[in-house]
């Protein structure tokens, strides 16, 4: 375990230290705080907008940060010649590898941390809302699983495919991911779906993870939704998520362990 | 290699079996099989929406949509609204203001409505209603649409404005709640206009006494509102003989008897190429006095007689049957007597006579007359009669009321003037027509001939 933290903490620091994720995050701090100007867009609440504003900042800019932080973790250690020096330490390659998957995700903790300290000091010292400002942790929060689960696909993918592909098949399969449910909910909800495309949408939505189970802004943007086994909900998709986490690393370990580097 | 199968296994299965239904309850943007929220958005907004933008992009459409209502490019509106209530199912503005434009908007060249697109903007409201349960706004707005702009069917209206008075924030607006006790008056329901009047009454008085100020000058207007609408309806109950009715004793003297002699009767010529002159007779009291006419084909779909059920299922459309013809114009009255003269030349999309059949409707519902022509008809038509034409008062049209229907057969090629009325004039009569050597039309140069409701 002890060689698994040590990377761990060794990645959270060369992830901080990197200038095109704090450009990232700069970025995505700035729009937060333009963010409230946007309200005037809505013929609704400017809150509302500002909510769903907010959230898709966060969860947009954390998906960015996330696949740039994993994607050039592993061809980064390879190329430099650094994982000669690490690999003939007694460090086993999976634990190389889980080092660095706990640390990437570390990393994102901080920056997504730090955003939501930003969105909550926007509610709270703008908006005069502090309460609204905490409770969009929950959606934060959720946000957080979904980045964490693609960082593990990024992270899977890392170890046979190059970066900039990687960059790319990271970012479509987050977006059929999002998509996935959707596309199988309305086909399941329309009678007159034809059964291939419907079977097809089930097959995609099996196989590939669907980041859509951790957008739950419903409630967040529009108070008045009444949701269903709200909490029940939220503890089987993180379930969901660590399966699929786990799955991801376990194949990144068997593919990386028989790679030649 | 095993336990990685079986984990991907497990998570196929926790995620069909524990989220996904989960997810489609509660956080799918999807609510029928067609409202795929991509559908219409270019990639950039798409990519956005789905990015976790869904309420920006939606805000800013709306705005794009408002400078399509500046420029008076309506139908560019139509897909907007779809987009931005598939985006966003929380912008009740956005279905009220959808519902507003689809249903009194789409208009020929004399400003009538394209009435084939009330569905649609029934079907818009219920979507918003359903949406958006907890608020009365848009079940206030879907029955306001059957009370005001269909003006029949009131079963409906009543139905949506209860739905509309159980919402906790009517009370925010609480001279809303007073139109219920209209609707069930337009409904035949008396007793429960009377019960709601006196329902809202005490609510109406408890805000104004909990006002200890008096400083709140609507909460006294509609308590005093209230107040007046109440008494009105008891006079009117006394008046009108409905307390007499309900202990079965003669209606004698009262303003329902004897009935008004209506004497309807009419003519239409069609005087060119879709164009069609309606005159006729009618005796009732000028002001406020509307006869409904209606063309349409004889096979126009869910039809009832004088109007449609226009409710036609949940599904927003906002493409109506293009091969359809509804046409419906109000008969304005003056001294007696109706002449319009009703041009569908110029709107073929609106009128384009695809079938060989229609249909002319003349109907005239007690329950839509303004008050001082209920007076005399009542509430369900009991004061009505046409001594000569017996026949076009009838029982059968609407539950529980006497109203006027009259239907009349005319082709296509009567109103297109093809076949063997090229180079003539078709003229449809009704029986008992008269014409009349008066110009009832001028009251400068003919004769004003007013006759009082108020018995014979």
């Given at each position: 375990m002890r060689p698994i933290i040590a990377i761990a903490k060794a990645t959270v620091g060369e992830a901080i230290r990197r200038r095109v994720l704090l450009i990232i995050l700069f970025v995505a701090t700035i729009l937060l705080f333009v963010a409230p100007l946007l309200g005037v867009l809505s013929a609704r609440q400017e809150k509302t907008v500002l909510t769903g504003f907010v959230l898709g900042i966060v969860q947009l800019s954390s998906a960015v940060i996330a696949i740039t932080l994993t994607v050039y973790m592993l061809p980064n250690e390879i190329e430099r010649r650094t994982i000669y020096t690490i690999l003939s330490k007694p460090v086993q390659r999976f634990q190389f590898l889980m080092g660095k998957y706990l640390g990437a995700v570390s990393a994102l903790a901080l920056m997504m941390g730090l955003?939501?300290?930003?969105?909550?000091?926007?509610?709270?010292?703008?908006?005069h809302d502090w309460a609204k400002g905490i409770e969009l942790l929950q959606g934060i929060g959720m946000f957080f699983v979904q980045m964490s689960l693609l960082a593990s696909v990024a992270m899977c993918l890392s170890t046979f495919v190059a970066p900039l592909v990687n960059f790319f098949l990271s970012g479509g399969i987050y977006l059929i991911g999002t998509l996935g449910y959707a596309f199988f909910d309305s086909f399941n909800k329309n009678p007159n779906a034809p059964a291939f495309s419907k079977g097809l949408a089930w097959f995609v939505s099996t196989i590939l993870p669907n980041f859509a189970s951790y957008n739950v802004q419903n409630k967040l943007i529009n108070p008045e939704t009444v949701i269903q086994n709200q909490f029940a909900y939220a503890v089987n998709a993180v379930v969901y998520g660590l399966f699929y986490i786990v799955i991801m690393l376990i194949a990144g370990m068997l593919i990386f362990d028989r790679r030649e580097v | 290699m095993a336990a990685g199968l079986a984990l991907f296994g497990l998570q196929a299965f926790w995620g069909s079996k524990m989220v996904y239904p989960g997810w489609s309850q509660n956080y799918s943007p999807v609510q029928s099989g067609k409202d795929l929220i991509t559908g219409g958005l270019g990639a950039d907004q798409m990519l956005f929406a789905l990015a976790g933008f869904r309420e920006f992009i939606a805000g800013i459409l709306w705005v794009r949509a408002d400078s399509f209502f500046e420029s008076g490019n309506y139908d560019a509106i139509l897909p907007i609204i779809r987009l931005v209530t598939f985006l966003d199912p929380h912008e009740i503005d956005v279905y009220a203001t959808g519902m507003w434009h689809i249903g009194y908007n789409f208009t020929d060249e004399e400003q009538r409505s394209d009435r084939r697109y009330?569905?649609?903007?029934?079907?818009?409201?219920?979507?918003?209603?359903?949406?958006?349960?907890n608020t009365y706004e848009l079940y206030f707005e879907t029955g306001w649409l059957w009370y005001h702009k269909i003006d029949d069917n009131y079963d409906k209206a009543v139905y949506w404005m209860e739905q509309a008075d159980s919402k906790q924030d009517i009370l925010l607006q609480p001279a809303r709640r007073n139109l219920l006790s209209r609707l069930y008056e337009r409904n035949g329901e008396i007793d429960k206009a009377l019960n709601h009047w006196y329902t809202v009454y005490d609510i109406a008085q408890a805000a104004y006494d909990e006002d200890k100020d008096r400083r709140n000058y609507q909460l006294r207007q509609n308590r005093d509102t209230i107040e007046n609408n109440l008494d009105t309806l008891l006079i009117r109950?006394?008046?009108?003989?409905?307390?007499?009715?309900?202990?079965?004793?003669?209606?004698?003297?009262?303003?329902?008897?004897?009935?008004?002699?209506?004497?309807f009767s009419v003519k239409v010529t069609v005087t060119d190429e879709r164009v069609i002159r309606v005159q006729g007779n009618w005796n009732v009291l000028s002001i406020g006095s509307r006869i409904r006419c209606v063309l349409r084909d004889a096979n126009f779909p869910n039809v009832i007689p004088g109007g449609d059920n226009w409710d036609k299922g949940a599904?927003?459309?906002?493409?109506?049957?293009?091969?359809?013809?509804?046409?419906?114009?109000?008969?304005?009255?003056?001294?007696?007597?109706?002449?319009?003269?009703?041009?569908?030349?110029?709107?073929?999309?609106?009128?384009?006579?695809?079938?060989?059949?229609?249909v002319l409707e003349f109907y005239y519902n007690p329950r839509s007359a303004p008050e001082h022509i209920q007076d005399k008809?009542?509430?369900?038509?009991?004061?009505?009669?046409?001594?000569?034409?017996?026949?076009?008062?009838?029982t059968d049209i609407r539950p529980g009321m006497k109203?006027?229907?009259?239907?009349?057969?005319?082709?296509?090629?009567?109103?297109?003037?093809?076949?063997?009325?090229?180079?003539?004039?078709?003229?449809?009569r009704s029986a008992g027509y008269h014409d009349t050597e008066k110009d009832y039309t001028h009251t400068a140069t003919g004769e004003a001939d007013i006759p009082i409701l108020r018995g014979q």
């Open positions: 955003m939501a300290c930003v969105t909550i000091l926007e509610f709270g010292v703008m908006q | 009330l569905p649609s903007a029934l079907a818009l409201g219920e979507e918003g209603a359903k949406q958006n349960p109950m006394s008046q009108r003989g409905y307390f007499a009715e309900k202990e079965n004793r003669s209606l004698e003297g009262y303003d329902v008897n004897p009935p008004f002699d209506v004497g599904t927003v459309n906002f493409d109506p049957d293009r091969q359809s013809t509804y046409m419906q114009e109000q008969l304005f009255v003056r001294n007696q007597r109706f002449d319009k003269t009703i041009d569908m030349s110029r709107d073929p999309t609106m009128y384009p006579f695809f079938g060989d059949n229609y008809f009542g509430w369900n038509g009991e004061g009505m009669t046409d001594k000569e034409n017996p026949t076009n008062m009838r109203c006027l229907y009259l239907s009349l057969p005319i082709s296509k090629d009567q109103i297109l003037l093809r076949g063997k009325y090229r180079g003539t004039t078709p003229v449809i």
